[in-house]
């Protein structure tokens, strides 16, 4: 079982960044592919990015190829996201979470999620 926090959301304005983060605990870090999901008001929750357990294999929604960047190390126990270039539509919740799938992209299969981070963009 993993337990992950996220960290590093808040307000910015459009063309800023923001590195989000995430610290997870439990045993075997390692063996789960971590995604970062978000959800906007009234919209439904999408993948944003994975990373598959062994750092090796990675995933972006098209909206954010280019502008995002997910990275693990599993020594330290964490999942970033760096956010780059960031837009007013990229406002959402964002949340972590863990599978324990080698590398997923369906919502379904993470079993362990975070309370999630807010992050604004301004125009």
């Known amino acids: 079982q993993v337990h992950v926090v996220e960290s590093g959301g808040g307000l910015v304005q459009a063309g800023g960044s923001l590195r989000l983060s995430c610290a997870a605990s439990g045993r075997a870090f390692s063996n789960y592919a971590m995604g970062w999901f978000r959800q906007a008001p009234g919209k439904e929750r999408e993948l944003v990015a994975a990373i598959s357990w062994s750092g090796a294999t990675t995933y972006y929604v098209d909206s954010v190829k280019g502008r995002f960047t997910i990275s693990r190390d599993n020594a330290k126990n964490t999942v970033l996201l760096q956010m780059n270039s960031l837009k007013p539509e990229d406002t959402a919740v964002y949340y972590c979470?863990?599978?324990?799938?080698?590398?997923?992209?369906?919502?379904?299969?993470?079993?362990?999620w975070g309370q999630g981070t807010q992050v604004t963009v301004s125009s």
């Open positions: 979470a863990a599978s324990i799938a080698p590398m997923t992209i369906h919502g379904d299969s993470y079993a362990y």
